[in-house]
């Protein structure tokens, strides 16, 4: 038997004008006749972290039942039908170190990655010295040769927050990612930057100007390599090449519109550009980048915050006209606690969708999210009275098959959640003796 199957590279780039496209797992990267878990198709570990601001509720959020078939509580709701993929953790606690020294807000999600949040010399906070974080561990072990070592997004910077930075620099609201212990890695708020970092070729920013301006779709700078491409590939990877590119042409054509309004109102009030101005787009833009960034092996680490730590947006999309941070100060009132728990709803409705899109897009023999991991949580619970106590800690995704979904696991009283983070960086194969305040390692 002769096999013909023309094998392609994984790493197969697809290039044009100022720009070059990964491309999604096909099967002609697998080389015929060669097993899947010794080629390009066996599964890459991936992993993400997505943070939500101003703590949940508990009530709301921690199942009232344990192990397997636990009761989905009202926030968490949006992801039951995905329940073989979820593991929710209780009763763990959140380091307190910050808002002891002053971060009330800031420690919260300072810590979320490391456990340590911010550190001082000679009690000085006034500098940027953290612990380098969990992310960055996986990204030692997973990011092989992707070409973005970890992506670091979110929806807003210091702007919105009510007050001034608790006394710290403010890059610390902005980030939960250090490369080290002395190099933040600061969210990118505009999608239409995280769009250029992911499909630009280097360029001089008059040069990415420029194209901008033509507004040259990166498809049709590629359009001819694609279809010699298209020529060399079965009907199955066809389908998915072009599913793919559909998706990114789509992103793009939004963010060309989002960035074409965003000007015009820059012009006229001073607002920013490239930065949808309605947050449900900025969110479902957010995320469609990292699923593409997963999907075409871009990256395999990304952290997401939501939103950081005291922040002023208001939720009307929801029914919430009032500030984030004002409502998470409930007051123990029915209806606070109704628009409070709306709005990390709304907050796990939109990763549901994530979700949803990962466990649809294929993978080797499986899907995006059998090859994931996802960390959803909080650096709090009830944000009344900013509690570090059972925060939220929920983890989606099989991780290559290293973890097994359907469980609500009941950690020790006020277990830190720096346990959590090195039974994470055991799954996902980092090496990491211990993070922040870890008194051991969580079996998850």
């Keep these: 038997m002769f096999i013909k199957k023309k094998h392609l ?41 997505i943070y939500v601001p101003n703590g949940i509720y508990p009530d709301h959020w921690h199942p009232t039942t ?21 593991t929710t953790i209780s009763r763990l606690k959140s380091p307190e170190g910050a808002q002891d020294m002053g971060g009330i807000h800031m420690g919260a999600s300072a810590a979320f990655l490391n456990g340590a949040g911010p550190l001082s010399e000679n009690g000085n906070f006034n500098q940027l010295r953290s612990k380098k974080s969990l992310d960055q561990y996986i990204a030692d072990a ?3 040769d992707t070409p973005i070592r970890s992506l ?20 610390f609201f902005n980030t939960m990612a250090w490369f080290d212990d002395e190099s933040p890695l600061p969210v990118a708020v505009s999608p239409q930057l995280t769009f250029e970092r992911m499909f630009g070729d280097p360029g001089t920013a008059e040069q990415r100007l420029r194209r901008l301006e033509t507004k040259q779709s990166m498809l049709d700078s590629i359009l001819d390599e694609s279809r010699r491409l298209e020529r060399m590939l079965g009907a199955s990877d066809s389908a998915l090449l072009d599913e793919y590119l559909t998706n990114v042409r789509r992103i793009e054509d939004q963010i ?31 995320y469609d980048l990292i699923h593409l960034a997963f999907q075409g092996d871009m990256t395999r680490v990304f952290s997401f915050m939501t939103g950081h730590e005291a922040t002023g ?19 123990n009132t029915e209806e606070s606690l109704d628009k409070y728990s709306r709005i990390t709803t709304y907050q796990m409705q939109k990763f549901a969708e994530f979700v949803a899109k990962m466990k649809d897009t294929p993978d080797g023999d499986g899907s995006l999210l059998d ?45 830190p959640t720096s346990n959590l983070l090195l039974g994470i960086a055991d799954i996902m194969g980092a090496e990491l003796e211990t993070i922040g305040i870890a008194t051991g390692r969580l079996t998850i």
């Design 313 to 331: 947006r208001s939720y009307a999309h929801v029914g919430v006209n009032e500030p984030h941070h004002n409502v998470s100060h409930h007051q």
């Design 152 to 171: 670091e997004v979110g929806t807003e910077d210091m702007g919105t927050a009510a007050g001034a930075c608790d006394n710290y620099p403010c890059i």
């Design 371 to 415: 090859s994931s991991l996802l960390y959803f949580g909080a650096g709090m619970s009830n944000g009344l009275v900013h509690d570090r106590h059972n925060v939220p800690a929920m983890l989606v995704g099989r991780a290559g098959g290293r973890l097994a979904g359907n469980r609500h696991i009941q950690a020790s009283e006020d277990e």
């Design 256 to 286: 060309q519109k989002l960035s074409t309004r965003s000007a015009i109102i820059a012009e006229t009030e001073g607002g920013p550009v490239g930065i949808p101005e309605d947050f449900d787009t900025h969110m479902t833009l957010t």
């Design 66 to 86: 344990t192990g397997r078939g636990f009761d989905f509580n009202r926030v968490m709701k949006p992801v039951e039908a995905y329940r073989e993929y979820v």
């Design 142 to 144: 997973i990011a092989g």
């Design 9 to 49: 590279d994984r790493r197969t780039l697809l290039r044009g004008v100022g720009t070059a496209l990964a491309l999604p797992l096909l099967d002609a990267m697998v080389p015929a006749a060669t097993a899947q878990s010794a080629t390009a198709a066996a599964a890459r570990l991936r992993f993400g972290a």
